[in-house]
């Protein structure tokens, strides 16, 4: 199994009814986290976390580049 991360992006911007103006699904994910049924978690928690780490940090580098 493959797991890929992405980030959804909303604008309200220039709505004065706080009504959605855009949408926008961004991938965030470097590289997709790939599990088998062979595999221990013990074994790959460490680099899930990293994984996850790297993910949220593209995120938020795409919410801040949006500002």
Same mark, same amino acid.
């Given at each position: 199994?493959?797991? =890929?991360?992405?980030? *959804? ?7 004065? #009814? &706080?009504? @959605? ?14 599990? =088998?049924?062979?595999? *221990? ?7 899930? #976390? &990293?994984? @996850? ?15």
């Amino acid at each position: 199994m493959e797991a =890929t991360a992405f980030a *959804r992006l909303e604008s309200y911007e220039h709505s004065d #009814e &706080r009504e @959605l103006v855009s949408e926008d699904y961004s991938p965030t994910s470097l590289e997709p986290f790939v599990i =088998t049924w062979k595999t *221990r978690e013990s074994e790959i928690t460490a680099a899930f #976390e &990293r994984w @996850l780490d790297a993910s949220l940090a593209v995120a938020i580098k795409e919410f801040g580049d949006r500002l």
